[in-house]
């Protein structure tokens, strides 16, 4: 409990940690996200120097990282940033050299994927990962499942009929989920993380493959999911107009790092956003 | 509540089916047809006892025989008349030669002890998956086979044990079946079953969703166990004589080629390659001994069952690696029919108007 007013106040590291004053100013939550909040829920995901080595190369170096209830946050950078491996981190898929990640105040970093995502912390996969041959129905409920498991009678959320609906999925519930188009398994991958009831649900690069049609159907769907499920989002993505849009903090990567991260205009004119982004893309 | 219902309801057709098979041959079957159906309803009972584990887990079991033999002897050694055991196995330790108890507690304490048993190598096992579970299991066959050949003191080892009260018969068997598929299909429709089942199909997603692998694995193990060894106990309770060999190789490889043909992650599959194998094999059987067909005497082709098991396996293996019904359940094949049927419908009446 003691963690959890901590957690919500603004973000200094914990004290074993290191001094809140060692915290560069960049890394820090700007001002403004704070007046984005829903008034009285305060609570998300806090992520404080994360690190993970590879091979003694830094894949994802002292990130600090915010994510409340009721935030849409982009994750963004070129390939190989550490993106991927922030939410492998995050959802304990990794397990982070040093730093910790908090989900409503409480430690869940060196928790195992099953452990976090009791926690509260759902995710998707970049490369899709289905239960193939089970039906869309039944991969939702797989994790509705664990849901109705740790919330002991008490669940919360809409149920695996509501979710099919709320991703225009009803009509497939039963077809097998291997068998359906790209653009649709990325809906079920969307709805069996949400019926975890998730406090945060992390989705690594959803509108890849989809069209434009898709992807702009895609960010109705992801603010959907802030509201009607009432948590938190981080996107990945290397689609920058879906990600400028659909993301009201923005967070950019660089070689295992948090470069720059801010509303997303902002960063938009950052000058090294722009020198390895867009930059990179102008000399070619 | 409603999951038992709808298991009820869906296993109603299968159970059926064979409860008026075993019931028309003990109306009109000869002696002989009668101990091959009751071979068939234990091999049934076996057969899909190892598919609870292999069908939800994706995990090969070599092992699940040893279950089968460890319930046989544990209600043996119990059974067995005293005066007989004196001269059986006098020196049996834990003062087995001196204890005797009843049929119906010697039963229950076997298949406790079995599940004992499975749950101290489930633990260890169900850390472990894909290749080095496969070869765990391989071992806990190995290990048990030496067990009841070498501890001569309380197995008899290859002599065998003889006296047991032959006390089952068909009707018996046909129960125990009904039984194991019933716990089976409620295992497979069961929350645990359901996700153990999404952790064989992507265990990295699984866990991102909370699925207990570890746990789920291991009451699997543990069903499947007690289910093998109510196979064993048919046996055990049938010919009144065990010994090793019974649990071994053959008997191992006999259940494999029934689970696999019909679909290992199908309770229906498994019933329907039971019931294939067992036609099949005894087909082998009786043309190894070099019948009369037609007048001609064929000649005797000794190990035949053997190479049709092994010739099974293969074609299963190259040509249809996920058997005959794959993942579908009776009730899954009738669901899409139907539903292909008011597809048609529906089309047809588009195209109408
Ligand atoms: N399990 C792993 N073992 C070794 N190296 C890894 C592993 N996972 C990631 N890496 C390395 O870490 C770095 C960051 O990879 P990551 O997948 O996080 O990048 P990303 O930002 O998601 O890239 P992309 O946009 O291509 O998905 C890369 O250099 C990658 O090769
Ligand atoms: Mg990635």
């Known amino acids: ?284 | 509540m409603n999951l038992l219902l709808r298991t009820g309801i869906n296993a109603v057709l299968p159970i059926g089916i064979l409860v008026l098979l075993g019931s028309a041959i003990l109306a009109f079957a000869e002696p002989y047809q009668v101990r091959v159906a009751y071979a068939f309803f234990m091999n049934l009972v076996i057969a899909i006892g190892l598919q609870v584990f292999m069908g939800n887990t994706g995990v090969v079991s070599f092992g699940h025989v040893s279950f089968m033999g460890i319930s046989a002897y544990a209600v043996s050694l119990l059974t067995i008349p005293l005066a007989l055991k004196k001269t059986l196995i006098p020196k049996a330790p834990f003062e087995l030669a001196t204890v005797h108890v009843g049929i119906v507690p010697a039963i229950v304490l076997a298949l406790l002890f079995t599940a004992l048993v499975a749950w101290l190598s489930g633990m260890v096992l169900k850390r472990v998956g894909g290749a080095a579970a496969e070869i765990l299991t391989l071992a806990l066959l190995v290990i048990s086979f030496v067990v009841f050949n070498a501890w001569i003191d309380l197995t008899r080892g290859p002599r065998s044990l003889y006296g047991i009260p032959v006390v089952s018969s068909l009707p018996w068997a046909m129960a125990a079946a009904a039984v194991a598929i019933f716990v089976a299909k409620l295992f497979r429709d069961s929350d645990g079953g359901l996700q153990l089942r999404a952790s064989s199909e992507n265990l990295l997603a699984a866990r991102a969703m909370g699925v207990p692998v570890e746990s789920l694995r291991l009451r699997a193990w543990v069903i499947s166990a007690v289910l093998v060894g109510v196979g064993g106990i048919l046996h055990a309770t049938y010919l009144g004589t065990i010994g090793p060999n019974s649990y071994y190789f053959t008997q191992t490889f006999l259940i494999m080629a029934m689970v696999i043909l019909g679909g290992m992650r199908s309770v229906s599959g498994t019933i329907v390659g039971t019931a294939l194998i067992s036609v099949g094999s005894e087909a082998a059987r009786s043309l190894e001994n070099g019948p009369v067909i037609f007048g001609s005497k064929l000649p005797e082709m000794f190990g035949l069952t053997g190479f049709f098991l092994g010739t099974v396996i293969v074609l299963c293996m190259t040509l249809r690696r996920d058997g005959i019904l794959g993942d579908d359940e009776f009730e899954d094949i009738v669901r899409q029919r139907r539903m292909r049927k008011t597809e048609a419908a529906a089309a047809a009446g588009v195209a109408a108007s």
């Not at chain 1, 060692?22 to 704070?34: A, F, T």
């Not at chain 1, 099919?164 to 969307?190: C, F, M, S, T, W």
């Open chain 1, 1 to 284: 409990m003691n963690l959890l007013r901590k957690a919500e106040v603004a973000m200094p590291p914990p004290p074993a940690m290191s001094v809140p004053g060692d915290v560069p100013p960049e890394q820090r939550l700007l001002p403004g996200v704070e007046k984005k909040l829903r008034p009285g829920v305060k609570a998300g995901l806090v992520v404080q120097g994360l690190s993970k080595k590879f091979g003694g190369i830094y894949a994802v170096k002292d990130v600090y990282l915010d994510c409340r209830i009721g935030q849409i946050v982009g994750l963004i950078g070129p390939n190989g940033a550490g993106k991927t491996t922030m939410m492998n981190l995050i959802s304990g898929a990794l397990r982070p050299d040093s730093g910790v990640v908090f989900i409503d105040g409480e430690t869940v970093s060196a928790a195992s994927p099953a452990d976090c995502a009791e926690a509260g912390i759902a995710r998707t996969f970049q490369n899709i990962r289905l239960f193939k041959r089970m039906t869309v129905r039944q991969n939702v409920e797989v994790a509705r499942i664990t849901h109705r498991r740790v919330a002991k009678g008490k669940e919360s959320g809409p149920g695996v009929d509501e979710i099919l609906k709320l991703l225009n999925l009803d009509g497939l519930a039963e077809l097998k989920a291997g068998n359906l188009p790209y653009g649709h398994q990325r809906r079920v991958e969307i709805a069996r993380a949400m019926a975890l009831s998730p406090r945060v649900i992390l989705l690594d690069e959803p509108a890849a493959g989809m069209n434009e049609q898709e992807s702009r159907a895609l960010i109705g769907s992801v603010q959907m999911i802030r509201d009607r499920f009432g948590c938190g989002v981080i996107v990945i993505d290397h689609d920058l107009k879906f990600i400028m849009e659909v993301s009201e903090h923005l967070y950019v990567m660089h070689l295992g790092e948090v470069i720059v991260h801010g509303p997303p205009e902002q960063v938009r004119h950052d000058e090294r956003v722009i020198e390895i982004y867009l930059g990179r893309k102008a000399r070619k």
